[in-house]
């Protein structure tokens, strides 16, 4: 399996475009995650789902930020419109589906970096 | 905020000496897990410990937990320069069996191997 694939690798952008950022995760893999990483906070997680579905959107900063996975092997991340402050690696990690006491594992794409000038 | 705070925030040590890395947490969990990432790479999952184990091994790699104090602990024995990299704890304290495993990491710890 080729992994978690993450588009694009990179993303330079003007304040007020519109970003968008693309995931495929790991065929078989239920859950879908999105996070950000910065200097100043860290790993956040933004969103994910489960079966295609948004479970908790809490992280998402605000409502310039909105996700999508209309279907099982693909989901975005919008940005719209951009501030320099979203500059950020944006990561997408998926994961199995967890019986019950079984816990799993996340599996990180290499990451969108973002740059908004 | 942040459900784990690695200790130290940076470690430098020579090739052939041994690391440890501390996490501590703030609420019950059930499991605990540990991550690296290589620069300006993802990260990729090392280890997990369930909150009813105390100890775990893989390789060179050691894992402690202790759920009386929140803490856990990640010892790389016999490092290498190609250990270089971020190591990140997360916890998985979402209480629900089957229902989703949302992770909270925490801040880090940069390790350096020098040769």
């Known amino acids: 399996d080729a992994g978690v694939i993450q588009s694009p690798r990179h993303e330079v952008t003007e304040m007020g475009q519109e970003v968008t950022l693309r995931c495929k995760p790991i065929?078989?893999?239920?859950?879908l995650f999105w996070y950000r990483q910065t200097m100043m906070r860290g790993l956040e997680l933004l969103i994910y789902?489960?079966?295609?579905?948004?479970?908790?959107d809490s992280g998402m900063p605000e409502d310039r930020f909105s996700a999508k996975m209309p279907n099982a092997s693909f989901s975005t991340l919008k940005i719209q419109p951009s501030e320099p402050r979203d500059s950020a690696v944006y990561f997408c990690?998926?994961?199995?589906?967890?019986?019950?006491?079984?816990?799993?594992?996340?599996?990180f794409g290499p990451g969108t970096r973002l740059t908004v000038l | 905020s942040q459900q784990g705070e690695e200790d130290p925030q940076a470690l430098s040590i020579q090739e052939g000496e041994n690391a440890t890395m501390n996490c501590s947490y703030k609420?019950?969990?059930?499991?605990l897990q540990w991550y690296r990432q290589n620069s300006g790479r993802g990260l990729v999952h090392l280890i997990l410990?369930?909150?009813?184990?105390r100890e775990k091994h893989s390789g060179r790699l050691r894992v402690t937990l202790d759920t009386s104090k929140k803490s856990s602990s990640l010892l790389i024995t016999a490092s290498r320069a190609a250990d270089t990299a971020s190591y990140f704890c997360?916890?998985?304290?979402?209480?629900?069996?089957?229902?989703?495993?949302?992770?909270?990491f925490g801040t880090g710890t940069q390790l350096k191997v020098e040769l």
């Open positions: 065929s078989g893999h239920d859950y």
């Open positions: 609420t019950s969990i059930n499991n």
């Open positions: 410990i369930r909150s009813n184990e």
């Open positions: 997360a916890t998985d304290g979402s209480g629900l069996t089957g229902g989703g495993n949302k992770l909270t």
């Open positions: 789902f489960n079966n295609n579905v948004p479970i908790d």
């Open positions: 990690a998926s994961s199995p589906a967890r019986p019950p006491s079984l816990p799993d594992t996340q599996y």
